[in-house]
């Protein structure tokens, strides 16, 4: 491995914890250990792929369920079904009045974060599924991985330059192979990384 950044790290920290929540979620929802590994590692590299270029705030306090939710509503209204809308979502009027009051006062900035979680979900959604889980369980797994990412995440900003879904899939291979004969404080001052992210990353090692 070659010298990395600070800031470099810091975008690792943030694919191995995706990767981990990934794992640790489509489990839950009864994939294998070694399937869960290989669906988490396949989705850190496909948005670390996907997000090439670009520069983005995760979103912070912002629940993604909650944003699909208020999107349908959205979607939904008519200018005066306000308590159809209640009654099919399980909401009081006056929340039906809040949220149609919100989105039609969202900045352009809360948009794209929305768009950030959804390409989280969608990732994840896809990826379960293509792994053994069933459309719905894919989904709700996907959404809890977003909502996850916000909670731990939420505020930060990242910027992912070209190439950095190959240097973090060397960098996984890397670890796992290192971790064998060497321990977390060592590859921790190898990598200048913190030895909880690295130990997430060993955790991730696929076997079958």
Not at 37 to 53: Q, T
Request: hydrophobic share 45%; proline share 2%; aromatic share 6%.
């Amino acid at each position: 491995m070659g010298s990395t950044t600070r800031m470099q790290m810091a975008r690792y920290e943030l694919l191995a914890d995706i990767a981990a929540m990934a794992a640790k979620v489509s489990s839950k929802y009864g994939l294998s250990a070694g399937a869960a590994a290989k669906a988490a590692l396949s989705m850190s590299s496909e948005l670390a792929a996907n997000w090439v270029g670009q520069v983005f705030v995760i979103p912070k306090d912002m629940r993604w369920r909650r944003q699909a939710r208020d999107e349908r509503i959205h979607a939904e209204f008519t200018g005066s079904n306000h308590g159809d809308l209640a009654q099919r979502h399980n909401l009081t009027v006056n929340s039906i009045y809040k949220i149609i009051k919100a989105r039609s006062q969202r900045q352009s900035h809360d948009v794209e974060r929305s768009e950030l979680l959804a390409d989280v979900a969608d990732h994840a959604q896809f990826i379960f599924e293509s792994h053994g889980l069933q459309p719905e369980q894919a989904e709700t797994a996907g959404s809890e991985v977003a909502d996850a990412l916000a909670d731990a995440w939420g505020g930060q900003m990242f910027c992912v330059p070209h190439g950095m879904s190959e240097r973090w899939q060397e960098l996984v291979t890397h670890i796992h192979t290192a971790s064998a004969d060497t321990s977390l404080c060592a590859l921790s001052a190898e990598l200048d990384m913190p030895q909880v992210a690295i130990k997430k990353i060993v955790e991730l090692n696929i076997q079958e």
